[in-house]
């Protein structure tokens, strides 16, 4: 039977009850049937939150893991941790927050496709947004997206590498996220040498103006994919 449930605890209710389908259907139409009639929601109501089907349920379970990431870090003291370990900290709590790896390894496949590839590319950078926002990141700066797409590829990499990662309690992929925040700090540390230098901070100076005038940065729908393309590149 139907039930008359607001929209938000109807949104909810689609998405828990997709995500035992998800393993063998995949994010598609037929989770979503099977969602709507295990979860009693109208389908009118159902279909009016997620009108693309199973790429809306997707996006609305990554979305819901940052979330989920945000408030664990709120309850978490990150005081006494260096903050390279307080990013490989947020990275792992999302990962472990992660119920089934099939769920995001489905994710994965969905968004590699050509037509949902940017919007997988936003997701990721949403989440890196959600993790320095949550570290206490105030830079309104060309900071404010180096330090995004920096994240984004460590952590689009280190999902890659934990979907594959059978070793005790994903310590390998542990190790390598260590490895990928010591490859950025490395980065980073050049670039603080180049600032300190004379002729670094003559060029640097134009481009860190124009970016200060910027008080709210905003992101344009095709930037974090571009941003990633670059960073691969090198």
Same mark, same amino acid.
């Given at each position: 039977?139907?039930?008359?449930? $607001?929209?938000?605890?109807?949104?909810?209710?689609?998405?828990?009850?997709?995500?035992?389908?998800?393993?063998?259907? #995949?994010?598609?139409?037929?989770? =979503?049937?099977?969602?709507?009639?295990?979860?009693?929601?109208?389908?009118?109501?159902?279909?009016?939150?997620? $009108?693309? #089907?199973?790429?809306?349920?997707?996006?609305?379970?990554?979305?819901?893991?940052?979330?989920?990431?945000?408030?664990?870090?709120?309850?978490?003291?990150?005081?006494?941790?260096?903050?390279?370990?307080?990013?490989?900290?947020?990275?792992?709590?999302?990962?472990? =927050?992660?119920?089934?790896?099939?769920?995001?390894?489905? #994710?994965?496949?969905?968004?590699?496709? $050509?037509?949902?590839?940017?919007?997988?590319?936003?997701?990721?950078?949403?989440?890196?947004?959600?993790?320095?926002?949550?570290?206490?990141?105030?830079?309104?700066?060309?900071?404010?997206?180096?330090?995004?797409?920096?994240?984004?590829?460590?952590?689009?990499?280190?999902?890659?590498?934990?979907?594959?990662?059978?070793?005790?309690?994903?310590?390998?992929?542990?190790?390598?996220?260590?490895?990928?925040?010591?490859?950025?700090?490395?980065?980073?540390?050049?670039?603080?040498?180049?600032?300190?230098?004379?002729?670094?901070?003559?060029? =640097?100076?134009?481009?860190?103006?124009?970016?200060?005038?910027?008080?709210?940065?905003?992101?344009?729908?095709?930037?974090? #994919?571009?941003?990633?393309?670059?960073?691969?590149?090198?």
């Amino acid at each position: 039977m139907e039930s008359q449930q $607001p929209p938000e605890n109807a949104r909810e209710a689609v998405l828990n009850a997709a995500l035992s389908h998800v393993p063998f259907d #995949g994010w598609s139409e037929t989770t =979503l049937r099977a969602a709507i009639a295990d979860s009693g929601v109208a389908e009118g109501l159902a279909r009016a939150l997620y $009108p693309r #089907g199973g790429v809306d349920l997707a996006v609305a379970y990554h979305k819901d893991g940052d979330r989920r990431m945000v408030e664990t870090l709120g309850m978490t003291d990150l005081s006494q941790m260096r903050f390279r370990d307080r990013i490989a900290f947020a990275v792992r709590t999302r990962l472990d =927050l992660v119920e089934d790896r099939e769920l995001v390894r489905r #994710g994965t496949t969905l968004f590699a496709l $050509p037509q949902y590839a940017a919007e997988g590319a936003k997701l990721i950078w949403g989440t890196s947004d959600a993790i320095w926002t949550a570290l206490g990141d105030t830079t309104r700066d060309l900071n404010w997206y180096s330090k995004r797409a920096t994240l984004s590829a460590v952590y689009g990499s280190t999902v890659l590498y934990w979907l594959g990662d059978d070793s005790l309690g994903h310590q390998a992929t542990w190790d390598f996220l260590d490895r990928r925040i010591a490859d950025v700090m490395q980065i980073e540390t050049l670039k603080a040498k180049i600032k300190d230098n004379p002729l670094g901070k003559a060029l =640097l100076a134009g481009p860190a103006k124009v970016m200060e005038k910027w008080r709210v940065p905003t992101v344009p729908d095709d930037l974090p #994919g571009k941003m990633m393309d670059r960073f691969r590149q090198g």
